[in-house]
């Protein structure tokens, strides 16, 4: 059962959703839907993320990744180099650390797409068809929760407040 | 940190922006077979190019990269337009580079398309460019990592691969938005290309973190490329090549080439899309300082490096100097140096001569002033060897090698076009979204 | 992926180290060795016109260098080929191995590995190298003079001086096949055996008692370019000044 409210500002806005959050509301039940993003005060919708982390990993993963195989296939493959040496790291080091650049790139943009909810989206939850200048609160919430829930909306400030079902 | 003051309703951005992607004017379709046929041109002499032999274009012994590896350069550098408005003015919150954004964007990507062909068709025999990949095989052959080409080649994937994804991320709410309001195929283009984006606050928060990351990195990205394809000379012993000074000093003429090319396209999509109300005269006096300082920095870097080279001495170097400040290439040579820092510092300089006109006659004449740059970084060294027994009768460009260089430029504004037929070049959702400071 | 180099391969002999003594004092620029080394090794022979544009190959070439003001003129002959160097700056940069020196010293070319991006050519201080920018061609009948032994190469790959390492091999190989050791003096490049002055000598540096060591190790020897630290290993015997 989802609640979908209107709302013509991010403060109105930003109020809905820390009365909400006193009645006990959890922050992976809301999400806020707009043409741009919104500044909300922090703390009030943050969303854990990863992705320096993971963009680190993925450069450090991909370059250590690169070094091994530039090694092991140098050396495997036996090449007749007449003399220079079958790895030598500073003449190769501009490969590697675009290598881990790449890595980087790719951590980035991998997490982004996991963090963003691209992959893993749920195709049943009701999506509001956005329009310039209003913003979206859609709430997940219980049957029985849902008169309370619209009363705390509409108290809030919301312009409309629809009940939607789940998506087929 | 200024702040953008947002004049226009919403429902007008998105109208202004949208409007050129659904109207087609005949000079659109002019514009578009002129360059279509142009390029077409240039891959017509391509492949008589390669059926023949590179005999037919002007390269000899001793210089025996000429036009292809200059414009290679001259291309790379200018992908830098994407990376300066893009990350550093990103990273340092300037708000005036909101609607200008996705254009240098989109320069870069289609810079280093091009710039990354060039190699290709200035190989001996391109059909096997690929040896240069490492990929398995039964023939124990492998790439030589120790080369500069092959640092080229990864450098150049790396910008691509970054420089399309940073492009592409900030198309994705647009893209959605587009989606929604377009039918037939070329909606279900941008709905599919939108990932499904659905405007929900963990989708922005995880693009805003992306475009940070990314801005950074990006950053690092660009300096290390042009660096790379710098030490592709100086790696290399020939005179006047083996300098230090090489990787800064592309770093800095691909900014300065980069920040002129992006003037000009700017002032051409700002006349042709009728974007006066997004692209004003004050994004053109921002650029045109930043084109003002870095032809000063570019000055610097020439000067350090003939002064260096002047007061050494050394005979193998100084017979590429004298011909490049006294001798066959000096018409090139000041030339350059009347395009790269007369023009643009008395026009751009002086506060009064500043304007949207001289910014651009200042553009476009850089532009000019960075191609004579990379032709007398490349051709008089390769003129004058150690040996000179070796000098020959210099290089003389043939019309296979100026049809392909001209093409590429036809191609470049072909690519662009359909760009901005298919995508709106302004970044809607940014230009709109203006961050509490 | 992980094949070893066949072990059945007779083992590379890396006791030979070749090099080249070349003589200024006697050498009259008679431009002999130049001729050879194209009948021996399948040099393509170019029209006026492309060799106006610089496009003919002579991997060994005889440079003039005229010291003096008239009527003193000297004038100096040197004869300049692949310098086989120990520290080859052409090697380095190829992409695709395509140069390399095998474990006698000599810096081959192997001609279908190369793709053309000729920075070799570029990187090599004394110019000997060369690049076919057409198929190479002969006008009627040298096509048909053609040295068996020698590779004709095509269109879009380098190529340079080998010291004539087919002369190389056929050499080794009848040594070997008559069992006795190489003798000094019996494997001779074109070039050298053609040089009327006999100012060219070919030798196994590793060899301390060839002429070709002894020559170098000369007061007289010096080496083209040697501050740029190639290590080259054909000398140059001019009296010093």
Redesign the interface.
């Known amino acids: 059962m989802y609640l979908m409210s209107e709302f013509s500002d991010q403060f109105t806005l930003a109020g809905a959703i820390q009365a909400l959050k006193l009645r006990g509301a959890d922050a992976a039940d809301l ?10 005060p922090a703390g009030l ?1 943050d ?1 854990p ?1 990863r ?2 982390l993971l ?1 680190v990993c993925g450069g450090a993963g991909i370059g250590l990744l690169s070094v091994f ?2 090694y092991w ?2 050396h ?9 040496p079958y790895f ?1 790291p500073w ?2 080091g ?2 590697h ?3 881990t ?2 890595g ?3 951590g ?2 991998l ?3 996991w ?4 992959l893993r ?1 749920d195709k049943r939850a009701p ?1 509001p ?2 329009a ?2 209003v913003l979206y609160l859609r709430v997940r919430c219980e049957p029985s929760q849902m008169l309370a829930t619209g009363e705390c909306l509409y108290q809030a400030g919301a312009s409309k407040v629809e009940k939607l079902e789940e998506r087929a | 940190m200024a702040t953008t003051l947002r004049t226009l309703p919403h429902d007008q951005i998105q109208e202004d922006t949208w409007r050129t992607l659904r109207n087609t004017s005949p000079q659109y379709v002019t514009a578009v077979l002129l360059t279509g046929s142009v390029t077409a041109w240039g891959l017509i002499c391509w492949a008589y190019q390669i059926s023949k032999g590179l005999g037919v274009v002007g390269k000899t012994r001793p210089t025996m990269w000429a036009l292809y590896i200059l414009n290679f350069v001259f291309w790379i550098g200018i992908s830098h337009a994407g990376t300066l408005i893009s990350a550093i003015l990103r990273l340092t919150h300037a708000a005036w580079r909101k609607p200008v954004t996705r254009a240098a964007e989109a320069i870069t990507v289609f810079c280093l398309m091009i710039g990354g062909l060039f190699p290709i068709i200035h190989l001996g025999r391109p059909w096997l460019f690929y040896w240069l990949i490492p990929y398995p095989n039964s023939r124990l052959i492998w790439p030589n990592f120790r080369s500069p080409l092959l640092w080229d080649l990864t450098a150049i994937l790396t910008y691509l691969t970054g420089s399309m994804l940073f492009l592409y991320l900030p198309m994705i709410p647009d893209l959605g938005q587009l989606g929604l309001h377009t039918g037939g195929a070329r909606g279900l283009l941008y709905r599919t290309l939108s990932l499904g984006w659905t405007g929900s606050d963990r989708e922005w928060h995880a693009l805003e973190r992306a475009m940070k990351l990314m801005a950074g990195m990006i950053l690092a990205v660009a300096v290390s490329v042009h660096t790379v394809v710098a030490w592709d000379f100086a790696m290399a012993l020939a005179p006047m090549w083996h300098s230090t000074i090489f990787g800064p000093y592309f770093v800095v003429g691909a900014i300065f080439s980069g920040i002129a090319a992006l003037l000009l396209i700017m002032a051409v999509i700002r006349k042709t899309m009728g974007l006066e109300a997004y692209i004003q005269p004050r994004h053109f006096e921002n650029l045109a300082k930043l084109l003002f300082l870095m032809s000063l920095l570019w000055a610097y870097f020439t000067v350090a490096e003939n002064l260096t080279v002047w007061y050494g001495n050394q005979p193998h170097e100084m017979a590429v100097f004298g011909a490049r400040v006294r001798g066959r290439y000096a018409p090139f040579f000041w030339s350059m140096v009347i395009c790269n820092f007369i023009v643009p510092c008395v026009l751009l300089g002086i506060r009064r001569l500043r304007s949207i006109k001289t910014a651009v006659i200042s553009a476009v004449c850089v532009l000019a002033g960075m191609w004579l740059e990379r032709f007398l970084i490349v051709i008089p060294t390769l003129s004058f060897p150690p040996l000179p027994s070796a000098w020959g009768t210099g290089y003389n460009a043939t019309w296979v090698e100026i049809s392909i260089a001209i093409s590429t430029f036809a191609a470049m504004a072909l690519l662009y076009l359909i760009f901005a037929k298919l995508f709106p070049i302004i970044a809607i959702w940014e230009y709109k979204y203006v961050p509490d400071e | 992926m992980g094949v070893q180099i066949m072990a059945e391969q007779p083992a590379p002999t890396a006791s030979h180290r070749w090099g080249m003594a070349i003589d200024l004092d006697r050498c009259t620029g008679c431009e002999a060795c130049v001729v050879a080394c194209h009948a021996e090794n399948n040099l393509p022979v170019w029209n006026p016109t492309e060799a106006a544009r610089g496009r003919t190959v002579h991997w060994i070439r005889v440079d003039r260098y005229y010291e003096g003001e008239f009527p003193d003129i000297k004038v100096k002959y040197m004869p300049v080929l692949c310098q086989q160097c120990d520290e080859a700056p052409c090697e380095p940069v190829c992409p695709v191995y395509a140069t390399y020196r095998n474990p006698e010293g000599l810096n081959v070319q192997v001609y279908n590995r190369c793709v053309g991006t000729r920075y070799c050519g570029n990187n090599c201080p004394y110019s000997v190298r060369f690049f076919n920018f057409f198929p190479p061609q002969w006008d009627a009948p040298l096509e048909l003079q053609h040295n068996p032994d020698v590779a004709v190469r095509m269109v879009g790959v380098m190529e340079k001086c080998t010291f004539c390492i087919q002369r190389i091999q056929r050499a080794k190989l009848d040594a070997a096949a008559d069992g006795r050791p190489l003798a000094d003096g019996e494997i001779k490049p074109a070039c050298v055996q053609s040089c009327p002055a006999e100012a060219m000598v070919f030798g196994d540096l590793n060899d301390p008692e060839s002429k070709v060591s002894r020559l170098a190790a000369s007061g007289r020897a010096t080496r083209l370019l040697e501050d740029l630290g190639t290590k080259p290993k054909v000398f140059y015997l001019q009296r010093a000044k």
């Open positions: 999400d806020v839907f707009s043409t741009e993003p919104v500044d909300l919708l969303r993320s992705m320096s963009t195989f530039v296939t140098q495997n493959y036996e090449i007749v180099t007449g003399g220079m030598s003449a190769t501009v490969i650390f675009e290598l650049m790449l980087a790139v790719a980035c943009f997490t982004f797409l963090e963003s909810g691209i989206r999506v068809k956005l310039s200048g």
